[in-house]
């Protein structure tokens, strides 16, 4: 039986499975806006980057707060339908965004 960090979780935005130390804490509602470790959620590090590259910390704030929000996000749509195909494995660094939402 496998120790309880190397089984298989979810990012909670692309919904493909990684160990605890493969993911990253995302505050939906950031600490600068009023967050606190109850808006905390597990994003791997290729959504957390994207996420951050395309929106800025008072849109994640207005719109965005939670990961169930940002899946439905039509900025993210073409990038998370891409990711989902992938592996947990791939490192792939995502480019900057022209102009954050």
């Known amino acids: 039986m496998r120790p309880a960090d190397e089984l298989p979780i979810p990012c909670e935005l692309c ?8 993911l990253t804490q995302h505050h939906g509602k ?12 597990l994003l791997c590090s290729q959504c957390h980057t994207m996420v951050h590259a395309t929106f800025t ?3 994640l704030a207005a ?3 939670t990961a169930e929000q940002l899946r439905g996000a ?6 998370l339908k891409w990711v ?14 022209r102009k954050k939402v």
């Open 30 to 41: 950031p600490k600068s806006k009023g967050g606190t470790r109850e808006h905390v959620e």
């Open 84 to 97: 989902r195909k992938q592996p947990a494995s791939r490192r792939k660094a995502n480019k900057p965004r």
């Open 74 to 79: 039509p900025e993210l749509a073409p990038f």
């Open 15 to 22: 919904l493909r499975g990684f160990t605890r130390r493969q």
């Open 63 to 65: 719109l965005y707060p």
């Open 57 to 59: 910390n008072a849109t």
